[in-house]
């Protein structure tokens, strides 16, 4: 299984001819959707969501269908009836073939006087069953306890501090920690942020920490 980082939170998974697409939202590339045969949305908010990528790539491929929490699903449901399905915590799915497991319920708090959405994250195993599981946790910080080989780890975001990632990584305890929702920091911040996660930094315990610039690939295995 290949996995492709896209710009800020969204990555795109591809085993033998299926590929699936996570979170193809406003900061990223406007072809990010293109060519999935799977899309999956862990929220409403714009740097995850974006309509009018979804639309696009829904529309120009009837097969594609998409999963979401019910606040996605009806905006895009009218237009593409049967092909878009709510997702709730506990839930499990196979979307192109991708055996998906879904965790979580709410959105981490940005402020108390904002209100939370819904936000899911996905487990995606290797189809194949040759490499271990992906967990994209969209914006919260959500201990799926089970064991992921590949955690997509949301950097850096108005809702987080750095401790907590630290605190995050070590609680879930990945093979690899995969750098995402990274894309408000400049190279600056990158570097910040790669020597903190580094072995200059309180240490992840025995997961290795990577970031892979917009469109760069690794192969899991």
Excluded: Q
Aim: proline share 10%; glycine share 12%; net charge negative.
């Amino acid at each position: 299984m290949e996995l492709t980082k896209h710009g800020h939170a969204c990555v795109r998974l591809v085993h033998g001819d299926r590929t699936l697409v996570i979170d193809p939202g406003g900061f990223g590339e406007r072809d990010a959707a293109a060519g999935a045969d799977a899309l999956l949305v862990t929220h409403e908010h714009p740097d995850h969501f974006d309509e009018g990528r979804l639309r696009s790539a829904m529309e120009a491929d009837p097969a594609v269908e998409l999963w979401a929490p019910r606040a996605v699903v009806e905006v895009m449901a009218p237009a593409f009836p049967g092909r878009v399905h709510a997702v709730g915590d506990g839930d499990t799915l196979t979307p192109a073939g991708f055996p998906v497991e879904v965790h979580g319920e709410l959105h981490a708090v940005i402020h108390p006087d904002l209100p939370r959405v819904a936000n899911v994250g996905f487990v995606v195993e290797d189809p194949s069953g040759t490499a271990g599981a992906v967990f994209h946790p969209g914006d919260a910080l959500t201990v799926p306890e089970r064991e992921v080989e590949t955690l997509l780890l949301p950097l850096h975001a108005p809702w987080n501090k750095f401790s907590e990632v630290v605190d995050y990584v070590r609680e879930v305890a990945p093979r690899r920690a995969l750098a995402v929702h990274d894309g408000l920091l400049g190279p600056a911040g990158h570097a910040v942020y790669g020597r903190n996660m580094g072995p200059a930094g309180p240490g992840l315990g025995p997961t290795e920490y990577l970031r892979l610039e917009p469109g760069d690939s690794l192969v899991l295995a």
